[in-house]
């Protein structure tokens, strides 16, 4: 624990309980003794495949994707 009071979780535990950035944590005490537990699963949004990460979340429903495609490449051709 440092001189504020925040207290450091070794990567390892952070990777047992799924938190990882600034995932918000219940602290409960339990037997004076405190727990420490995701409030929510962390987001499945992006996974990786092949080496990439790939978002896999739902779109929106007037999502289109020929047309984001284009857009992507208008921005190449600008710089």
Same mark, same amino acid.
Do not use: F, H
């Given at each position: 624990?440092?001189?504020? *009071?925040?207290?450091?979780?070794?990567? &390892? %535990?952070? !990777?047992? %309980? #799924?938190?990882? *950035?600034?995932?918000? $944590?219940? $602290?409960?005490?339990?037997?004076?003794?405190?727990? %420490?537990?995701?409030? &929510? =699963? =962390? =987001?499945?949004?992006? $996974? !990786?495949?092949? *080496?990439?990460?790939?978002?896999? #979340?739902?779109? =929106?429903?007037?999502?289109?994707?020929?047309?984001? $495609?284009? !857009? %992507?490449?208008? *921005?190449?051709?600008?710089?």
């Amino acid at each position: 624990m440092d001189a504020v *009071g925040r207290l450091v979780l070794p990567k &390892e %535990i952070r !990777q047992a %309980i #799924g938190i990882s *950035g600034r995932t918000k $944590v219940m $602290v409960e005490v339990v037997s004076s003794e405190a727990r %420490i537990s995701a409030c &929510e =699963p =962390p =987001p499945r949004n992006v $996974v !990786q495949t092949r *080496g990439r990460l790939v978002y896999a #979340g739902a779109l =929106p429903r007037d999502w289109d994707s020929s047309a984001a $495609v284009l !857009q %992507i490449r208008e *921005g190449r051709l600008r710089r």
